[in-house]
């Protein structure tokens, strides 16, 4: 199976901070159409998880523009510019590339 | 819109089944594939299988073989999940989502508690 490793595991950070979060693959998420099907999800307190990024760096439609996705191959980055409340709960990076789907273990962010 | 409606909360001892659904609408099911998720609270989420709505065919992580059986009643456009032989390590929440290769939709999660 694939495994995801996020880094760092939990991150805190004042309203407005710029933030990062890592994700490597221990194997290339380039699917052999030409797609790498890597996503980032925020999953909220008690809630289920929202998809944010779709194919490493497309945003899904109603999330915010702060919300950016960059990354190829085995290594992957979710940035986030300028940090707002809304924001606090677990993000998680999942693969669809490789059969089982599976994710990252989270990070966890938590706002100042 | 689409909508994904799980069913209740569980309470089940060890050694039975439960049987799970995810009741959809604002979509076309009949041509859709459907995945359930497994977590158990303050852990990551693993994906347990899928299954295509228009023939039932399924596929699963080899983990969960013998523990999960996917069904679809298109009828209803309600996906199913019966999960045998509980057990405490089955106590956790368990999600729909339709799948894509970018899962845009989810149910809102069941929590299952297995007990005496």
């Known amino acids: ?112 | 819109q689409v909508k994904l409606q799980q069913s209740g909360a569980e309470l089940v001892k060890p050694g039975a089944s439960v049987k799970l659904s995810c009741k959809t609408s604002g979509y076309t099911f009949s041509t859709s594939y459907m995945s359930w998720f497994k977590q158990i609270p303050g852990q990551s989420i693993e994906w347990i299988g899928m299954i295509y709505a228009g023939d039932g065919g399924t596929g699963y992580n080899q983990k969960f073989k013998g523990k999960a059986t996917l069904t679809v009643d298109t009828s209803s456009s309600t996906a199913y999940m019966d999960l045998s032989s509980l057990t405490t390590e089955d106590s956790a929440v368990y999600f729909c989502a339709i799948a894509t290769y970018y899962y845009a939709y989810w149910g809102q999660g069941v929590m299952v508690t297995v007990s005496s």
């Open chain 1, 1 to 112: 199976d694939v495994v995801l490793t996020q880094t760092p595991p939990t991150l805190s950070a004042t309203i407005g901070q710029s933030v990062s979060i890592s994700c490597r693959s221990s194997q290339s998420l380039l699917d052999s159409d030409g797609d790498t099907y890597l996503n980032w999800l925020l999953q909220r307190p008690g809630q289920s998880p929202q998809l944010l990024i779709y194919s490493v760096s497309n945003l899904e439609s109603g999330v915010p523009n702060r919300f950016s996705g960059s990354g190829s191959e085995t290594d992957f980055t979710l940035k986030i510019s300028g940090v707002e409340a809304e924001d606090l709960g677990v993000y998680y990076c999942m693969q669809a590339t490789h059969a089982p789907l599976t994710f990252g273990s989270g990070t966890k962010l938590e706002i100042k």
